[in-house]
């Protein structure tokens, strides 16, 4: 019975290779009338970091005008409801 399953260990499993499957592709041929596309230049543009930071600079702002306020919750409930009436959301009882 050991002899049996030593055979078994010292074949290794070998499977045939498929053709095309693991092959590297070769790129297609190029034309001769295909033009080459010009050097695109990298980056964004440099006025996008002047609005980037005046966009977040006024994210900031809002936050912090939202972080003094009080909510007057009574207050807030009754214009909600009477924004809900009349946008047909909520129906009057």
Known sequence: MSESTEEAQ????V??????????????????????????????????ATFADMATLLMAFFVLILSFSNVNVPKFEQISGSLAVAFGVKTIN
């Open 15 to 48: 499977e045939e290779p498929i053709e095309g499957i693991n092959e590297p592709s070769e790129p297609p041929p190029k034309k001769e009338k295909e033009r080459e596309c010009p050097e695109c230049p990298g980056g964004a543009p440099p006025w996008m």
């Open 10 to 13: 010292e074949e290794p499993l």
